[in-house]
Structure formats: C-alpha cells, structure tokens
C-alpha cells in the first residue's frame, strides 16, 4: 500500500545495565546493557516531497542541528535513494543526554522512510550510532558487542520511573575516554520476575560503568543521582546526563517528580514507564 505521509515516535532508550567489557582494535568498546523504553519521546513526520528536507521544532529544538549533523538526515541518505521527503523532527527529549534521543530519531527515521519510500531498511545502520539497532525495536532487549548484538530477554516487571536530566549536554567519547578500565565483568543474567523492588535489586548488582568517568567529566550528574535518592534504584543512563530512578508505582513516581521539580525548577523531570 502507497503511503504519502507518516509519523513515528522516537522514544527515548534507557540503559538499566551498562557494562564494558573491552575495547576493538579500532577503539570502539564492546558493551553488554539491559535496555528499555521510556513511554515519551520525539515525534518524526514526514511526507511526500521532490527533495529531502528536514525542520526542526518542539520544546527541546534548541541547538538540534538542521543540517547533515542530524542523524535524521544521515538516516536518509543511508537509503542512497534519489528521492525526497519533508521531515520534521519534534524534540522532547534532551541531546547529547544519555538516551539516545539522536539514535532514536535516526532509527524512527528509518522505519518512517522505509514505510514512505516501500524501500527495504539499509544494512549496516550501527555506522549511524551505537544505539541505532536498539532502536529500531523499541522494547527490552540485552545489547552486546558495539551495540550490534540484539537478543530477547525475560519479561520484565512494571517499571514505573522519573527521568532526570540536570540540562548538561555530555558529549559520549570524552566520557569512554576516561573510563580507565576497559574490560571488565559482563552483566549477570536477567532476572524473570513481576515485581519492581525485586527487579530494581537486582539492577543495583549490576552497574554503569560509565557513570564514573561521567561524573568526573560533569560532577552535576551526581546531584541528579542524589535527588532520585527516594527511588528504588537509581542509576546514570548511556553516558550521562540523564538518571533514572525506578519507583514502586505510578503515583509515587509523580510525587517524586514534583519534589525534583520544585528543587530544581531548571532540570529536565519526567515521570513514566519503562518497557
Ligand atoms: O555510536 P555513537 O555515536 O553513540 O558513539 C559515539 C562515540 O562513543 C563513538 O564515536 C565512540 O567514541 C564511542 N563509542 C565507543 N564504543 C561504543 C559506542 C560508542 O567507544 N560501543
């Protein structure tokens, strides 16, 4: 069926677990992460159109290049198509957060063009970003090797979760850069269970081991770590900014969320969920 205009939601990818566990000949570093889902994120809308262009707009738009920076427009040219689309991008996620708001555009970008031009996805797409496979399946999924190695994981329980993101961009190689130790233990195996307080244990036995080096690079991400103190659990994202904090239930997530709020009127804080 001929489609002339799609939307898409890019949500934002969350890293519960991330462990490095050695570095390729060609620097770039073999990860094993439990990822997840938040349930908000930026929208992709695109239709028909003779040449390919991109705008940009939404809360977060500032800084967002327009231009071949953007990893939506890099998603395009992957096709090596010689057609057009009018792509808008409409940011609510924060960049250079530790969500994978770029990755998440680039891969929505791919499944909306695909759909829009009934053309095949491009292989190869990792070239775009670590996190652009993941992406392009937006559920709990066990990532390895550079972020090319997809397998499924147990179900995992409810996780009701605030987002918390000081408003420091935080740019990814700095941040590998000054992680001293490369290789080190995997994740441990996935627990199968329906309850988030067993669950947020089990992802305290785990770790980020960019968290560290994140934080001696930006020393803001531990008072956002210290404000999700009333969580569960509360771990870095990616290479940061962004915390996370799992919460027992929905309303306790709110609640949360308005006392982060009322702190720190400036900080980027959301209650949601995770799958
Ligand atoms: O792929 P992405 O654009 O997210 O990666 C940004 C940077 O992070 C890379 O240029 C590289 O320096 C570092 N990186 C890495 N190993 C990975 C993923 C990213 O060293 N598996």
């Keep these: 069926m001929t489609v002339n205009s799609v939307r898409r939601t890019a949500r934002a990818k969350v890293n519960l677990t991330l462990h490095v566990t050695g570095q390729r000949a060609d620097g770039y570093h073999l990860l094993d992460s439990l990822v997840c889902f938040a349930d908000i994120g930026d929208f992709i809308d695109m239709r028909e159109a003779d040449a390919l262009s991109l705008s940009v707009d939404g809360p977060l738009a500032a800084g967002v290049p327009t231009d071949e920076r953007n990893l939506v427009l890099q998603a395009a040219r992957l096709f090596g198509a010689d057609k057009g689309a009018a792509i808008n991008l409409s940011k609510h996620l924060p960049h250079a957060a530790g969500i994978g708001g770029g ?64 408003r420091v961009a935080v740019e990814t190689p700095p941040v590998f850069k000054a992680l001293t130790q490369k290789e080190n233990a995997p994740m441990g195996v996935v627990p199968e269970c329906a309850d988030v307080g067993v669950f947020a244990k089990w992802c305290a036995e785990q770790r980020n081991d960019l968290q560290a080096p994140a934080i001696s690079i930006e020393p803001t991400i531990q008072d956002a770590l210290d404000a999700l103190e009333p969580a569960l ?12 904090g799992l919460c027992e239930n929905a309303d306790s997530t709110k609640e949360l969320a308005k006392t982060i709020r009322g702190k720190h009127p400036d900080w980027w804080v959301v209650a949601t969920n995770f799958s």
């Design 103 to 166: 990755s998440a555009d680039a891969a929505a970008t791919l499944l909306a063009l695909a759909e829009l031009w009934d053309l095949p996805l491009p292989e190869d797409v990792v070239r775009l970003g670590a996190d652009v496979p993941v992406c392009l399946s937006p559920m709990a999924l066990r990532m390895r090797g550079v972020g090319d190695e997809l397998s499924v994981v147990p179900p995992l329980p409810e996780l009701p979760a605030v987002l918390v993101n000081p």
């Design 233 to 244: 659990f509360a771990r870095m994202s990616g290479s940061g900014a962004t915390c996370f």
